[in-house]
Each structure stands twice: as structure tokens, then as C-alpha cells.
């Protein structure tokens, strides 16, 4: 199993205004991903980052507004940027389970945001 | 990508009893998951079947896939009351992608 922590765990900001999410794991792991929850609803996937190259996106999700960094196995950072209500949403870090070919993946507690 | 469907979308029962979840999906996959979530929390996960299993167990928990109808369930037998959480069913394709479904809000009374 991994342990997953994530920082921080909630926070109030200002429209316009830009937050970034970390994510630290007690191990190395090759694939982290990042979801977004958005209040009552299931989780999205916004993007697979993997160490070493540019994240993957998914449809509906680009980099102007989720940028991402991955500088080593353990550590991940989501920015949302130019926030406004509508990114108000719990954003979770994932990462693969290990060893890979588990199949399942380990989640952070999450990160709580409102944009007022 | 589109997600799965669960329902019910929510289920109130006593302790005791058993809850029975649904999750149907779209498309091809490799193996279902079922994840658990606390109050908006992280996910845990709880249990994994493979395209080619049928059922599966796990202590109070039981999964069935029926991969012809694209459908899988979750059974948890003598619910209690730290049951209570939001369960929600994903799968995974080829690579290592989850599409989770709308999720199942689950209230166990004492």
C-alpha cells in the first residue's frame, strides 16, 4: 500500500486568484493522477502525470488551467488557475498501486476548495 | 468518457440488514473495481474483479460481473452502521485509466 497526503486539505479562495494542490507519497510510483469531485457528484479524471514528461490530458481539461508538475517519483502538483465557483470541487491525487499490474489505485484524503 | 451508472443513488436500511448496489458500464474492460468514500473524503478501495471472474468475495463484501449485460453489483451482508459512506464502482480498460460511476449513497441506521 501507499500513503498518500495531500496539501491542503481545504481551502476558501477569491475568484481569479490561483491555488496549487501537492501531493506526496511515502513511495515511488511511476503514474500519479489527479480527479476532480465536484460537489455531490463522481470523480473526473483531469490528468495522468508521469515522471519525466508532460502531463496527459483528459477531454475537457487543459494545461492554461490545471497546469502540472511531476519533478520526482513521490511529489505531484496540481495548480487550478483563474479560479471561479465553478472550480469549486474536492481535488484528489491517485497513484497506482504497487507493484504495477494490481490494477488498483491509492488515493490522497483530498482537497477541499471554494472559490467564492 | 462517460461514466457508469449506479443505483440506487442512495439506500437507507437498518444495521443488520444487507445492501445491495448496481453498477452497469458502457464499454469493454478489464477488470471492476468498488471504492468506498467517507464524507467527501479519499476513496478507498475494497475489492477488484477481473472480465473473467464472475464473483468474488471478500470478508462481508460479495461482487458479481456480468460482463454480457455490462453489469456488476455489490452485496454487503449485516450492514453497520460504519458502513455508512458513498460506494462507487470503476473500471478499467486497457491502460491504466479508472471511469468511476455516479455512486451510491449508502445510510446504515443503529
Known amino acids: 500500500s501507499a500513503v498518500i497526503s495531500q496539501k491542503p486539505s481545504r481551502d476558501i479562495c477569491q475568484r481569479g486568484t490561483s491555488l496549487t494542490i501537492q501531493c506526496q507519497v511515502d513511495?515511488?510510483?511511476?503514474?500519479m493522477f489527479w480527479y476532480r469531485q465536484q460537489p455531490g457528484q463522481s470523480l473526473t479524471l483531469i490528468a495522468t502525470?508521469?515522471?519525466?514528461?508532460?502531463?496527459?490530458?483528459e477531454s475537457g481539461f487543459v494545461i492554461d488551467k490545471f497546469p502540472i508538475s511531476r519533478p520526482n517519483l513521490t511529489f505531484s502538483t496540481l495548480t487550478v488557475s483563474n479560479m471561479s465557483p465553478e472550480d469549486s470541487s474536492i481535488y484528489l491525487c491517485s497513484v497506482e498501486a504497487v507493484p504495477r499490474g494490481a490494477d488498483t489505485q491509492y488515493f490522497g484524503p483530498g482537497t477541499r476548495l471554494t472559490v467564492l | 468518457s462517460q461514466q457508469g451508472e449506479e443505483d440506487p443513488q442512495a439506500l437507507s436500511i437498518q444495521e443488520g440488514e444487507n445492501a445491495t448496489m448496481n453498477c452497469s458500464y458502457k464499454?469493454?474492460?478489464?477488470?471492476l473495481q468498488w471504492y468506498r468514500q467517507n464524507s467527501g473524503r479519499g476513496l478507498v478501495h475494497l475489492i477488484l474483479i477481473r472480465s473473467n471472474e464472475r464473483e468474488k468475495h471478500s470478508g462481508r463484501l460479495r461482487v458479481t460481473l456480468d460482463t454480457s449485460k455490462k453489469s456488476s453489483s455489490l452485496l454487503i451482508t449485516a450492514s453497520r452502521a460504519a458502513d455508512t459512506a458513498s460506494y462507487f464502482c470503476a473500471t478499467a480498460g486497457r491502460g491504466d485509466k479508472l471511469i468511476f460511476g455516479t455512486g451510491t449513497r449508502l445510510q446504515v441506521f443503529p
Open positions: 502525470a508521469n515522471q519525466g514528461s508532460e502531463a496527459t490530458y
Open positions: 513511495s515511488q510510483v511511476t503514474m
Open positions: 464499454t469493454s474492460i478489464n477488470n
